[in-house]
Every structure is written in C-alpha cells, then in structure tokens.
C-alpha cells in the first residue's frame, strides 16, 4: 500500500522542502520507490536540492495541469541523488512545477481543476508503482493545500519555535483534524541549540495534541549547504541526518 506523505508549514521557510528532499531520499534507501510533488506552484523550489537543472525541464507538474501532458511525463527519474548507497528497487521520481514566468502568471490569474491534481496524484502512484509519495506544499492554506491533507495518510507540519509559527500551526492543526487525516506528526525545526528541546518538546505536544517527530536544531552546514544539495546524503554521519532517520523510521513503520 502506498503511503502518502504532505509536508506543510502555516509559514513560508520552514523548511519543507529540505525536509521533503531528506525524508524522501531516506525512505527511497530503504529500497522504496518514491515519489515527490512540488505542488508549490507559485514559488517552485525542491527540484534545486537535486541539482535539476532547469534547461531540462521539459515538461512540469503545470502542463499536465493544463492537460498537454499525461502526470507521468512529468516525472523525472531522479535516483542518480543516492549514488547507489540505497537497497536494491530504490528509486526517486521528482515532479517538479514550472519556474517559467508566464505559467506561473497563469496559475495565479486563472487557477487549475484541483480534483485533477488529485487525479494526477493517483496516476503516478498507480503508473510510477510508488510506496511513497511526498508533496511538498506552498505555505499557508489554499486549495491545493487542502486537497493535498485531505488524501494524506500523513501529514507532518513544521513550525519554527517562532510565536507567528505557533499561531498558524494551531489553525492549520484544527483544520486537519476537520478533515480526519489519520496521523499527524510535528516537527520543530530551527531551534537554537542552547534551547530546551525536552521542554520546548513537551510545550508543543501539550498545546497542540499532537506528537513531536523531532526537534531540529538550527545547522550551520544546512545554511552552507544553501539547497545545493540534500544535507542526509552530503553528510550522512551528522547528527541531523540522524534525527532524519528517525522521522522516517516513523514513517516507514
Ligand atoms: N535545520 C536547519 N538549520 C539551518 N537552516 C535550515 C534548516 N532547515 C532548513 N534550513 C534553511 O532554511 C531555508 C528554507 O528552507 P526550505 O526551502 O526547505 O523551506 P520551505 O519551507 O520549503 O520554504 P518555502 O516556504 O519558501 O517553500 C533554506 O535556506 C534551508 O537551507
Ligand atoms: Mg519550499
């Protein structure tokens, strides 16, 4: 049965999608088949942490949106990343959303079937044969965000040890209750390494009702590594890789 798995955060730069890219790339390790949908399409990002480049990006998450393309053409076999460090039948699809101007423009200006994007979802869970598939949202909620908890067998949201980031995620924690996702998972990301992360552990869960999958520290080498790169593979003996494991040790379960 394939698991689906929505990263999301109330705020912008939380860290999504370098949580998406990790906990992707981990769970492909395992010897899974997986898939990851930048279904941020007003500001396109996670395909840079594989070193996509733009030139060829034929086709995005965007045309077959507009019905030029099949989902699957739109997906590109991205497992190269794990330079075979993964067990035998890993693989990464990446479908990634256009950095073109114009379709962004359009999105913006005219939206899209949603219930196609649902569709989408499925077809590449049915043709691509995923166990996983990851979407990585645009903050906030809009509608592709809504659809996107509503089908997850997953959610994990990420907050900043931040007072805004505490407000939004209550609202967003209410509405996906509403919505009866199965599990959620929360993760705090970003916190200063002199904090109380057992404390600030236990405060979160208590306000929220939710588990904690971990706290992450702020990491100067993720700073460094500037999304030119996903941080578990460059470096996998660092101690934020092994909080990474453990999340998708969650996930895997
Ligand atoms: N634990 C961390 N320590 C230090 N920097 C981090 C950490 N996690 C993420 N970052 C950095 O924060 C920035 C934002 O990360 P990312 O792009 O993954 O966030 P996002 O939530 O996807 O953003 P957006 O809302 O714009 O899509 C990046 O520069 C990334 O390197
Ligand atoms: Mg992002």
Redesign the pocket.
């Known amino acids: 049965m394939v698991k689906v798995v929505s990263v999301h955060?109330f705020?912008?730069?939380?860290?999504?999608?370098?949580?998406?890219a990790n906990l992707a790339a981990t769970v492909a390790r395992h010897g899974k088949r997986v898939g990851i949908v930048d279904t941020?399409i007003q500001?396109p990002?996670?395909h840079v942490l594989f070193g996509f480049d733009e030139s060829h990006m034929n086709l995005a998450l965007n045309d077959y949106l507009w019905g030029r393309c099949s989902v699957e053409e739109a997906a590109y076999d991205v497992s190269h990343v794990l330079h075979e460090t993964g067990a035998a039948g890993s693989a990464i699809y990446l479908i990634p959303s256009s950095l073109k101007a114009g379709e962004i423009a359009r999105v913006l200006r005219e939206g899209y079937d949603v219930g196609l994007l649902n569709d989408g979802f499925q077809g590449l869970i049915q043709q691509l044969n995923l166990d996983f598939l990851f979407i990585?949202t645009?903050?906030g909620l809009n509608e592709e965000t809504l659809l996107s908890i509503t089908i997850s067998d997953v959610l994990l949201l990420?907050m900043r040890p931040d007072r805004q980031d505490f407000q939004g995620t209550a609202v967003t924690v209410d509405i996906a209750r509403r919505l009866e996702v199965p599990k959620m998972l929360l993760m705090v990301?970003?916190a200063l390494s002199s904090f109380d992360f057992a404390a600030l552990k236990s405060e979160v869960e208590a306000t929220y009702g939710v588990p904690v999958a971990s706290i992450?520290?702020?990491?100067?080498e993720?700073?460094q590594?500037?999304?030119s790169d996903i941080f578990s593979l460059r470096f996998p003996d660092h101690p934020?890789t092994q909080i990474y494991a453990h999340i998708a040790n969650l996930l895997l379960d």
Do not use: A
Not at 216 to 220: D, G, K, S
């Open positions: 955060s705020r912008g730069g939380t860290g999504k999608s370098n949580t998406t941020d500001s990002g996670i990585d645009h903050p990420i990301n970003k992450l520290p702020l990491t100067e993720m700073i590594l500037g999304s934020l």
